[in-house]
């Protein structure tokens, strides 16, 4: 199985700044055949469901605010979120889709510092 | 509006059974490959069961393998997945969700449901 790490477990942002959480997988989820490569994120609010937010590492889903980007290949990913508002408190997780079972990162817990 | 609506959640022993439904509206239900996935109390999303379009294809984590069965009833747009054998490392919110797209049996999620609690408790 691919295991998924996330960095950092926690973060505690401004609003208005800039947040950035870590994505690794054990090995790489690019797909040669296509270069694309198959990584999503989601965000989850308390009590809520996760909520898709990009696919294919940097593709934003429809409706999702251009605040929020994905970004890198390989192994390494990023989520940024380029100024931070107060209704992104939430878990943000990381899944490769590359190869089944289809695994998470163990989620990052971001809030406002 | 896609919509999808679980139920079947509840307390049960340890050793007993469950039998979760999922009720999907406003998409084209047969056209797509859809999922289980369970969150533990205060933990991480874990992917539990995959099953394409037509039924003849079904995937499993390896701590379900012949316990749990994923179903679905297309004519009803309906998802199941019935639990056996229940042990308390099942004690999860178990969510369906529809795969956006699917590399084989490996898809992201891009509808989700509310959610439906099962504790496994003596």
């Known amino acids: 199985d691919i295991v998924m790490t996330q960095s950092p477990d926690s973060l505690a942002v401004s609003l208005g700044e800039r947040a950035t959480i870590y994505c690794k997988s054990s090995q790489s989820v690019l797909y040669s055949s296509n270069n694309k490569n198959y990584l999503a994120w989601y965000q989850q609010k308390p009590g809520q469901p996760p909520k898709l937010l990009i696919y294919w590492a940097s593709t934003r889903e429809s409706g999702v605010p251009d605040r929020f980007s994905g970004s890198g290949s390989g192994a390494d990913f990023t989520l940024t979120i380029s100024s931070l508002q107060a209704e992104d408190v939430a878990v943000y997780y990381c899944q490769q889709y590359y190869s089944t079972p289809p695994t998470f990162g163990q989620g990052t817990y971001l809030e406002i510092k | 509006e896609v919509q999808l609506a679980e139920s079947g959640g509840g307390l049960v022993q340890p050793g007993g059974s469950l039998r979760l439904s999922c009720a999907a509206s406003?998409?084209?239900?047969?056209?797509?490959?859809m999922t289980w996935v369970r969150q533990a109390p205060g933990k991480g999303l874990e992917w539990v069961a995959n099953i394409k379009q037509d039924g003849t294809e079904k995937y499993y984590v390896d701590s379900v393998k012949g316990r749990f069965t994923i179903s679905r009833d297309n004519a009803k747009n309906s998802l199941y997945l019935q639990m056996n054998s229940l042990r308390a490392e099942d004690t999860a919110v178990y969510y369906c969700?529809?795969?956006?797209?699917?590399?084989?049996?490996?898809?992201?999620?891009?509808?989700w449901g509310q959610g439906t609690l099962v504790p496994v408790s003596s």
């Open positions: 969700a529809r795969a956006g797209y699917c590399t084989n049996t490996s898809c992201y999620y891009d509808y």
């Open positions: 406003g998409f084209t239900f047969s056209s797509y490959w």
